[in-house]
């Protein structure tokens, strides 16, 4: 007999779509409030299964089964001075408040991400149900330009990875092999926009640590992105050198501009 997938059982069922949604983070606060241990958004097992209305039990199963997934999106166990010190910080931020037993010995702490994956995964939790609905609901009602722009970001992360791959294959090793990666990506920068990645990481509100990722184009700006980035592969695999590759975009997209 066919095995039955209610729609929202998709995300049990498909590691993809969990990482297609996994940075749908705010939707937990909007479904319930979650009383965070530190200012960085961290919680506990035990804030979890109190959120999920189950049991630390069946939060550890879940983690104990994904963990690579979930270490992805940040988990970490704490002991010996490592908890003290973060007990302490807690401690200032809940004054009034006991947030974690003062004599547990280790502690399991996980960020919002894996919070949410966790949603995703836990099937024996109406809140999670609740959850994996909300993100279907988000799918449905997102627009025709939203789903564009989608696509976009995932086909220009594939021609991204062609293009670092064409850098590693293709240029020769040298102690200054590693600075071809950021010249390559402030050349399709310069070039497209006249900025480099410094210049363009600021005009769009990021601090000086953020890295300049696909989220941060539109779909206009993903595709000359895209299309720069293929050029460059094709003329990497042909052997061509920094300044011909450079002289030859400038002349498709300055000119263009000008």
């Given amino acids: 007999m066919k095995k039955v997938i209610n729609n929202e059982q998709i995300f049990t069922e498909s590691k993809i779509l969990r990482e297609e949604y996994i940075d749908k983070v705010d939707i937990l606060d909007k479904i319930k409030i979650i009383p965070y241990l530190t200012n960085d958004l961290v919680i506990s097992v035990e804030q979890i299964a109190n959120y999920y209305e189950v049991t630390n039990k069946a939060i550890n199963t879940v983690v104990d089964r994904h963990r690579e997934e979930l270490e992805e999106d940040g988990i970490m166990v704490l002991k010996g001075q490592e908890l003290k010190d973060f007990k302490q910080k807690v401690s200032v931020l809940h004054s009034e408040e006991r947030m974690i037993n003062p004599k547990t010995s280790n502690l399991t702490i996980l960020t919002k991400r894996a919070m949410l994956r966790i949603g995703m995964l836990l099937t024996t939790s109406s809140v999670a149900i609740k959850v994996r609905n909300y993100l279907l609901n988000l799918e449905e009602n997102s627009t025709l330009e939203q789903k564009k722009w989608a696509i976009q970001r995932e086909v220009g992360k594939i021609d991204r990875k062609r293009m670092t791959t064409a850098i590693k294959e293709y240029i020769p090793d040298s102690p200054h092999k590693r600075f071809m990666y950021p010249n390559y990506t402030n050349l399709v920068y310069k070039v497209l926009f006249d900025k480099d990645a410094k210049t363009i990481r600021l005009e769009k509100g990021l601090n000086k640590n953020s890295e300049l990722t696909r989220d941060n184009f539109n779909e206009a700006e993903l595709k000359l992105?895209?299309?720069?980035?293929?050029?460059?592969?094709?003329?990497?695999?042909?052997?061509?050198?920094?300044?011909?590759?450079?002289?030859?975009?400038?002349?498709?997209?300055?000119?263009?501009?000008?």
């Fill in 225 to 258: 992105i895209d299309e720069c980035e293929t050029i460059i592969t094709a003329l990497l695999s042909l052997s061509f050198n920094y300044n011909y590759i450079k002289e030859q975009l400038e002349n498709k997209y300055l000119k263009k501009l000008n």
